[in-house]
Structures are given as structure tokens and as C-alpha cells.
């Protein structure tokens, strides 16, 4: 099983889809998004669920973490969610959503692209003492320059 966000439910084909989980939220925007598809997918399609209030809990930290959170709409959440608490590879095309995957060390793959190999969150490092600082050009404890550094 894989949990499959709303471009998966809306492009895919049905029998692709008979595999996968998704969170009820979605159904309603698949609703707004395309009725037809909505009413194929009520009769024939993935299983819906509820994410667990921990594991929102758990989606909204880690996007947090990697500076995501106010990209995600509380539909992506639910999925992120869902897929943490399922354990189940979430596919998505979403590049906030992969990062926040990745930096769980939780499973994803693409829907159609190639998605991003590494967690894309920065730090700006002093070249002197190595402290990290928020911003700025010089380390507010020795001086030195700051360095932007994959972390
Ligand atoms: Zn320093």
C-alpha cells in the first residue's frame, strides 16, 4: 500500500489506485476539483482515512523543522500525516511534502517528476567557531564570516 497525494488521485488510473490509501480530506477536494472523478473514486477507489491527531501532530513539527509548514495546506498535512502513522511510501510531486519526508527519514517517490535527493535545509555556519547563526554576515560570538552550509 502507498499513501498517494491528490495529483495521484486525479491523474492516475483507477486500477492504480485500488492499492492506495488517502486521507478523507482529500476526497473533498477531489470533489471540487473534479466531481466525475470524485463519484469513480467513492465507488471504486482508494481506502479514505483519518490521519491520528498524533501523527498531524508529528507532520506539522517535522514541516516546521524544515521551513515548510506555511507552503502545506491543512489537505497536505492530513496526507503527510497519514503517511507517517500508516508507514506506507507516500507519492507525491510535491517538493515541501518530499522534504519533509526526507527529513523524517520517511519513504516517498514521485508521482510523474523526479523529486529532490537531498533534505534542502540550510545553515549559516561560522568558517571561525563553526556556531550556527540565525543571519547575518559575521559570527556575533568571534567575528569571522558566516558560511551558508547543507546541513
Ligand atoms: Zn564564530
Known amino acids: ?24 480530506s482529500q476526497l473533498d477536494e477531489v470533489q471540487r476539483l473534479s466531481p466525475s472523478r470524485h463519484l469513480m473514486l467513492e465507488s471504486q ?4 482515512e483519518d490521519p491520528t491527531p498524533s501523527a498531524l501532530d508529528a ?3 517535522a514541516s516546521q523543522d ?14 503527510l500525516a497519514l503517511a507517517f502513522s500508516t508507514g506506507c511510501t ?7 511534502m518530499q ?7 520517511h519513504p516517498w517517490r514521485g508521482v510523474i517528476q523526479d523529486g529532490v535527493r537531498e533534505v534542502r535545509t540550510h545553515a549559516l555556519v561560522c ?6 547563526q540565525q543571519e547575518g554576515q559575521t559570527c556575533t560570538a568571534c567575528g569571522s564570516p558566516l558560511k551558508m552550509r547543507r546541513q
Open 66 to 79: 524544515t521551513g515548510d509548514f506555511t507552503g502545506l495546506s491543512p489537505v497536505d498535512l492530513d496526507v
Open 90 to 96: 507516500l507519492v507525491t510531486d510535491d517538493y515541501r
Open 59 to 61: 507532520a506539522t513539527k
Open 45 to 48: 477507489g482508494p481506502r479514505f
Open 127 to 132: 568558517t571561525g567557531c563553526g556556531e550556527i
Open 99 to 105: 522534504n519533509v519526508c526526507q527529513h523524517k527519514g
Open 1 to 24: 500500500m502507498e499513501v498517494l497525494d491528490t495529483a495521484a488521485l486525479l491523474t492516475w488510473p483507477l486500477e492504480m489506485l485500488m492499492q492506495g490509501i488517502c486521507a478523507n
